[in-house]
């Protein structure tokens, strides 16, 4: 079967890959459903936290699609306000977990926006990192800090695309405690051999065909790190694909006018594949397999007692001692990890190297 695929089925978590022709754009459109369910059901967030970091997924979700090696990427900020911390860790197959950290004695207003949360006094940050599995040969781990930037989850990303990845980058994100759904345009360079159209099937939005295809990550390879929402790695330039570079920006234009009329409500009731058709219906549109986004989390018992053995034998004993054991509870997931006494014990008994014990949790 061939890279392009049809409409997944309305009301799944999907994430879709799109080339909109006769314009240099690429697009990615996802929708969380069950999964976002499962994220937001392990806490009890204020729901302006909730929405914020909902958005925050299916941001992750759409960049990494383009991750081009085995790993993750982790899309932090860095907050001075009521919120301290949001985090999402999404990998290439569509693997992604997320939480939040709110300080204590602080509100969260109910229509709070980003920067209300988290950039109060102006300190926040948002930090983008591309974490290679510990196998992965000639991969080094990336990390990109930039100052917080922006009202929006979509504008503090917008803007670091902007700046440090030089692609321009244009998203639209919502959230309730039901969906969390996301739209991403990027548009392709003149020349420099990315913007080639990759080989695939035309798809106008609107004809329902049947069927699906399984998902294959994408992206350009920058140095020692893939980057996240790269340009397809096809060969050729706007030029070579019969698109005229003077038209390029009038095509860029045209297409985020045409995703600047879908609002909050309509991302949140239609399927993704409807989005798709509400906007480009005139377009001539290439759609590409979709991918089941899910939410799982890393952790395990023996990556918690690794991290315990850290601490030291003398610091367990310690909390032993005082608390009668000792619990972690992973952030992530919010899964409880007791250790008794005679577990504490035993945790310096033997200190086995597992691969992957240094993970992290």
């Given amino acids: 079967m061939s890279e392009a695929s049809v409409p997944a089925a ?14 240099p754009v690429r697009g990615e459109v996802v929708s969380l ?54 985090v999402v860790e999404c990998d290439a197959g569509g693997a ?30 948002f930090v983008v990192t591309l974490d290679p599995r510990t196998d992965s040969p000639n991969r080094q781990p990336y990390q990109g800090i930039v100052p917080f930037e922006g009202r929006t989850v979509a504008e503090v990303l917008e803007r670091y695309m902007a700046r440090s990845e030089q692609v321009p ?19 392709l360079p003149e020349d ?22 399984p998902a294959r990550p994408v992206g350009r390879a920058a140095p020692d790190a ?6 397809p790695h096809a060969q050729g330039s706007a030029a070579h694909d019969g698109i005229d570079p003077a038209a390029d920006l009038d095509g860029w234009n045209r297409m985020q006018h045409l995703a600047d009329t879908i609002t909050r409500d309509e991302l ?28 799982a989390c890393s952790c395990s018992r023996a990556k918690v007692a690794s991290m315990l053995r ?17 619990g972690v509870r992973c952030e992530f997931c919010n899964t409880p990890y007791d250790f008794d006494a005679i577990e504490g014990v035993e945790l310096f008994l033997s200190e086995p190297t597992a691969p992957g014990s240094t993970a992290r949790h």
């Fill in 10 to 23: 309305d009301g799944a978590d999907t994430l879709r890959r799109f080339m909109l022709s006769g314009a």
């Fill in 33 to 86: 459903d069950t999964s976002w369910r499962e994220v937001a059901g392990r806490h009890a967030f204020p729901r302006s936290v909730r929405d914020r970091l909902g958005e925050l997924c299916a941001a992750g979700l759409l960049l990494s699609a383009s991750l081009k090696f085995d790993g993750s990427l982790i899309l932090q900020i860095h907050g001075d306000g009521p919120v301290s911390l949001l």
């Fill in 96 to 125: 992604f977990r997320a939480t939040a950290k709110l300080r204590e004695g602080t509100d969260c207003p109910e229509d709070a926006d980003l920067a209300t949360l988290v950039n109060a006094h102006g300190r926040g940050r």
């Fill in 169 to 187: 980058t244009r998203l639209w994100l919502a959230a309730d405690d039901a969906r969390a759904t996301g739209l991403l345009l990027q548009r």
């Fill in 192 to 213: 420099g051999g990315h913007a080639a159209r990759p080989s695939g099937t035309t798809w106008t939005p609107g004809i329902a065909d049947e069927g699906t295809g």
């Fill in 226 to 231: 893939a980057e996240p929402a790269a340009a």
């Fill in 268 to 295: 949140l009731a239609l399927p993704s594949d409807s989005v798709l058709r509400r906007l480009f219906w005139q377009e001539s549109l290439t759609a590409f397999d979709a991918r089941t986004p899910r939410f």
């Fill in 310 to 326: 850290m601490l030291g034998q003398a610091e367990i004993e310690s909390i032993v001692a005082e608390q009668g054991s000792v």
